[in-house]
T-cell receptor
Framework: AQSVSQHNHHVILSEAASLELGCNYSYGGTVNLFWYVQYPGQHLQLLLKYFSGDPLVKGIKGFEAEFIKSKFSFNLRKPSVQWSDTAEYFCAVTLSTGYSTLTFGKGTMLLVSP | DGGITQSPKYLFRKEGQNVTLSCEQNLNHDAMYWYRQDPGQGLRLIYYSQIVNDFQKGDIAEGYSVSREKKESFPLTVTSAQKNPTAFYLC????????????FGDGTRLSIL
């Protein structure tokens, strides 16, 4: 069965700390990978995506993620977090060919203290 | 601005009642989705529709029903058969199939009185 695993349910950081959120997936086939973010009181929005090409992808607000095919991973990173990055982050995966729905991880709640 | 509108934002239901959640999009997207979000569980797919007049069950379809009579609209009915309906419901749409990014509405929070 297809699955997505996010390593941490809750992460607490101080401002300016570096961030890495883990995401591993179990899928048979070529995949498209996404990170979504849900700020408090706001709708889910796309942070970044990987379809093909350079495995290091850059998204909005200084976030980046690296696709490591051999490790089935797509970890999210940011060198220096801000208080405004407090949000819930979701990794999602789908097959890149044919019709496939998104499978989401359970989410990681990030709290950045000022 | 194009987007997805979910209404109402908050909804209360008495036990034994059916309730319908609205989802409208003006993005001209073919595919639409309904998810349920519970704390610590992420998003779980209830139903999805790739095209008008067609829809498929997702991972947790029991106790729910949908219709897709118009491209712009994908209402979700939570029936009395759904044993634990209290949750946050999210509607999404995408340009097509094949793993395209999904755009989400603001959600509807359903509570049982």
């Amino acid at each position: 069965a297809q699955s997505v695993s996010q390593h941490n349910h809750h992460v607490i950081l101080s401002e300016a700390a570096s961030l890495e959120l883990g995401c591993n997936y179990s899928y048979g086939g070529t995949v498209n990978l996404f990170w979504y973010v849900q700020y408090p009181g706001q709708h889910l929005q796309l942070l970044l995506k990987y379809f093909s090409g350079d495995p290091l992808v850059k998204g909005i607000k200084g976030f980046e993620a690296e696709f490591i095919k051999s490790k089935f991973s797509f970890n999210l990173r940011k060198p220096s977090v801000q208080w405004s990055d407090t949000a819930e982050y979701f990794c999602a995966v789908t097959l890149s060919t044919g019709y496939s729905t998104l499978t989401f991880g359970k989410g990681t709640m990030l709290l950045v203290s000022p | 601005d194009g987007g997805i509108t979910q209404s109402p934002k908050y909804l209360f239901r008495k036990e034994g009642q059916n309730v319908t959640l609205s989802c409208e999009q003006n993005l001209n997207h073919d595919a639409m989705y309904w998810y349920r979000q519970d704390p610590g569980q992420g998003l779980r797919l209830i139903y999805y529709s790739q095209i008008v007049n067609d829809f498929q069950k997702g991972d947790i379809a029991e106790g729910y029903s949908v219709s897709r009579e118009k491209k712009e609209s994908f209402p979700l009915t939570v029936t009395s058969a759904q044993k634990n309906p209290t949750a946050f419901y999210l509607c999404a749409s995408s340009i097509g199939s094949g793993g395209q990014p999904q755009h989400f509405g603001d959600g509807t929070r359903l509570s049982i009185l």
